[in-house]
């Protein structure tokens, strides 16, 4: 049955299972397993989760008004087949070194977003990701704000198992760099904005497609580049506001809109389709 609760889980070793659905005003995570098949529902200001694992299949949900701070370094905070959703009026922050595990048991790595989610990507960077460059995948669907802010870099998947990201509100570029290494395929309907201060969103693996009905607008400085996979950026022109530079270092890049930019650079194994308007 539902369990209700106005108090703290602190988990730091152990396994805690919850088979039902439980609500909980705070979570304190730095390490054991989170698991079982039924829904935690967090609904306070100062959920943290900062090591140990998420497995067992079910649900972690960050209601209206609760806020999730995930943290972590190496493999110490590893989602291992439980899914994450963050419901409008929710937010939740990604820093540090957050692992994709390989042994999800039944269960799938999976994030929504309707509310805010901050990918902060400081001097050392963060990811979401395998630590050991093979396997381990999520499927991150946005209807929400995403927003990466600082001067580092933050990366979603990599060369070995990727995040597919399907972006169907809005992703802002506000500070650094996001790269993005897809699984598979991954669609948007929704607004990509990279910020001044030469921003950048790159694409490196899998098949991504913005599609008709998605924008794409960045300051003059600011760069959308592929270095992998294959990138299509099929937004109608008159919802394509400039990007400064757009740039293939590998994969393929693909821009169907008659579209303005400052530069264009293609090098290494880049292949580019575009047509640029008079």
Do not use: C, M
Request: glycine share 22%.
């Amino acid at each position: 049955g539902a369990v209700a609760g106005t108090g703290t889980l602190a988990l730091s070793s152990g396994t805690a299972t919850f088979n039902g659905a439980t609500s909980l005003a705070t979570l304190t995570q730095s390490g054991g397993t989170l698991t079982g098949v039924g829904s935690v529902v967090l609904t306070g200001a100062s959920n943290t989760w900062s090591g140990g694992a998420w497995a067992g299949g079910g649900l972690v949900r960050v209601a209206s008004g609760a806020n999730l701070a995930v943290s972590g370094s190496g493999a110490s905070t590893a989602f291992e087949g439980r899914a994450l959703d963050i419901v409008a009026g929710g937010s939740a922050t990604f820093s540090g070194d957050l692992e994709v595990g390989l042994n999800v048991a039944g269960g799938v790595n999976a994030i929504s977003n309707a509310g805010s989610l901050t990918l902060a990507g400081g001097a050392g960077g963060g990811r979401l990701s395998h630590v050991f460059g093979n396997g381990g995948t999520v499927t991150l669907t946005n209807t929400g704000t995403i927003t990466k802010t600082g001067a580092g870099t933050y990366t979603l998947g990599n060369s070995g198992g990727g995040v597919d990201l399907n972006n169907n509100g809005t992703l802002t570029v506000a500070a650094g760099r996001l790269v993005n290494f897809g699984a598979g395929s991954a669609t948007s309907s929704g607004s990509l904005v990279l910020g001044a201060g030469g921003t950048s969103y790159e694409h490196a693996g899998g098949t991504q497609t913005f599609g008709a009905g998605s924008q794409v607008s960045g300051d003059a400085s600011s760069v959308l580049v592929t270095s992998g996979g294959v990138l299509n950026v099929n937004t109608a022109t008159a919802n394509y506001a400039q990007v400064g530079t757009l740039q293939a270092t590998g994969g393929t890049l693909v821009v169907t809109p008659g579209v303005s930019v400052a530069q264009v650079l293609i090098s290494g194994s880049g292949v580019a389709s575009f047509t640029v308007a008079s």
